[in-house]
DNA sequence: CCTTTTTTCTTGACATCGTCTAAACCGATA
DNA sequence: TATCGGTTTAGACGATGTCAAGAAAAAAGG
């Protein structure tokens, strides 16, 4: 795992503590956390770390692609540490959101698209998840 | 098309001026909707109705089935006046949201689910539209 | 060092979304 | 008319997200 330091230097962002702190945050987690949730965690690290310097460096993070930003679910938009092509499914009684492999899927058009150009595609599932 | 009025007493909901406008301004449009828009369009046919009638009703229709209700959208719930399953593309320029047809996609899974139970399933694109 | 300039950060204000509550309203009934 | 249940309304509220204006920090230059 790279340092964030790193992370940050190889996209040109001038890394500082408060974004150094949103980084391990955001990069750190398996789960899709909001904006809110990444705030109280990157609040351990810097503590004095502003909600509106959260969502700067969220955003940057966003348009420099080392992060996605998903939405898909009531409320807040999550943000995705995972970058790679995938699929989604939501639990709809906790909220939590799961990434699917993009290969557990086949999607096959079967009519071209002619007046859509297709930039982003994936299968998004709502249910429950089953109890073990 | 049936009447607002038919509709709502066929669900048991009790049918009133405002609750009429809601109906007819949800289910008359081809797009989709948020609860604003649905509020502006309805107050040309009730103009005293509220955003808290509003929601009310809509949530009401979502309950009974009558509409559905989106969250792949930032900033705000859609209502979809088509309850068939159908797939969506999204315009990232306007916002627009376009229904495709069910069957315009094959969506295989290549491996069971066990631990969850799916409930929903769509295909979500995001991309622009092309200028013809 | 000291000063100036540029970049970054924080704060607080603000707009929007969606829910909730308490009071007003309204039609039916006695 | 008085009452009663269901409905609507206005406003308050909490949460999300953006923005502008300074404060702070860093960089540049002497
Ligand atoms: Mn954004
Ligand atoms: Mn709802
Ligand atoms: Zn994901
Ligand atoms: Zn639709």
Same mark, same amino acid.
């Given at each position: 795992?790279?340092?964030a $330091?790193?992370? #940050?230097? =190889?996209?040109? !962002? =001038?890394?500082t503590p408060q974004r150094i702190a949103v980084v391990e945050s955001v990069l750190i987690s %398996?789960?899709?956390p %909001?904006a809110d949730e990444i705030l109280v965690f990157a609040r351990k690290k810097c503590p004095t770390v502003s909600r509106?310097t959260v969502y700067?460096t969220l955003? #940057? #993070?966003? @348009?420099?692609?080392? !992060? +996605?930003?998903?939405? !898909?679910?009531?409320?807040?938009?999550?943000?995705?540490?995972? $970058? =790679?092509? *995938? *699929? *989604?499914? !939501? /639990?709809?009684?906790?909220?939590?959101?799961? /990434? $699917?492999?993009?290969?557990?899927? @086949?999607?096959? +058009?079967?009519?071209?698209?002619?007046?859509?150009?297709? #930039? /982003?595609? =994936?299968? $998004?599932?709502? +249910?429950?998840?089953?109890?073990?």
């Amino acid at each position: 795992m790279k340092s964030a $330091i790193s992370i #940050l230097r =190889q996209c040109g !962002i =001038q890394p500082t503590p408060q974004r150094i702190a949103v980084v391990e945050s955001v990069l750190i987690s %398996t789960a899709h956390p %909001t904006a809110d949730e990444i705030l109280v965690f990157a609040r351990k690290k810097c503590p004095t770390v502003s909600r509106a310097t959260v969502y700067n460096t969220l955003n #940057l #993070l966003v @348009e420099k692609r080392l !992060i +996605g930003m998903q939405a !898909i679910r009531e409320g807040a938009v999550v943000f995705d540490p995972n $970058i =790679q092509k *995938h *699929h *989604h499914f !939501i /639990d709809e009684d906790t909220g939590d959101i799961y /990434d $699917i492999p993009w290969d557990q899927f @086949e999607v096959r +058009g079967r009519k071209a698209f002619e007046d859509f150009e297709i #930039l /982003d595609v =994936q299968v $998004i599932m709502r +249910g429950k998840r089953r109890k073990k």
